[in-house]
């Protein structure tokens, strides 16, 4: 297994997700969130948290981020309070980069030769039946792009790879398991 993931929309304390993804509690959710993590990330591993890591105040995700394993780089979502999509943003940022080890609103990676853009938002769609964000959103210039935000259990769309939690089973994705859909779909 590799030792590079990718994932997003964890939405640890988060209620009305916790209860849409099935579970009673934010409490049940988020422990299972932890445990699927864990079963795939070992502690030396690196994580790209493509954002909503939680709801609220970064305090109320530590508990469960906390017993996370791997280094952790989080590319900022909507929910995230250090987000340029806040006013108050810069007043946050100190803080959340205290507990992951880059934080960024987006950022380029290399996956088999290719050039892959990282960010929350797709280049197009949401779970709304409105697209929000956009001025948020990269320009689709023909590269691919691992985000999150849509919740969909759909894992690509054209040369967008959704990585969140609800299109893997609540657990981060392998850096082989994206570039054998990029291989599948380049071709």
């Known amino acids: 297994m590799s030792g590079v993931w990718f994932t997003a929309d964890t939405h640890f304390d988060h209620k009305l997700v ?29 994580v790209w948290h493509l954002g909503d890591v939680g709801i609220g105040a970064l305090a109320r995700s530590l508990p ?12 900022t979502g909507n929910h995230d309070a250090c987000s340029p999509v806040h006013r108050q943003s810069h ?42 964000y956009s001025q948020y959103r990269l320009r689709d210039e023909g590269l691919w792009l691992l985000h999150g935000h849509t919740h969909s259990p759909e894992r690509i769309n054209g040369r967008q790879i959704q990585v969140g939690v609800d299109a893997w089973g609540l657990a981060p994705v392998s850096i082989d398991e994206i570039a054998e859909l990029m291989l599948e779909h380049d071709g």
């Open 91 to 132: 007043k946050h940022l100190r803080e959340w980069m205290g507990q992951f080890e880059t934080v960024q609103a987006y950022a380029r990676r290399r996956i088999v030769g290719r050039s892959v853009l990282l960010s929350h938002y797709p280049y197009e769609g949401d779970h709304t039946a409105t697209e929000r």
């Open 64 to 75: 469960w981020m906390e017993q996370l394993n791997g280094t952790i780089h989080l590319i």
């Open 18 to 46: 916790s209860e849409l993804r099935g579970f009673g509690t934010p409490e049940e959710h988020d422990q299972e969130v932890v445990r699927r993590w864990n079963k795939r990330v070992r502690p030396g591993d690196q």
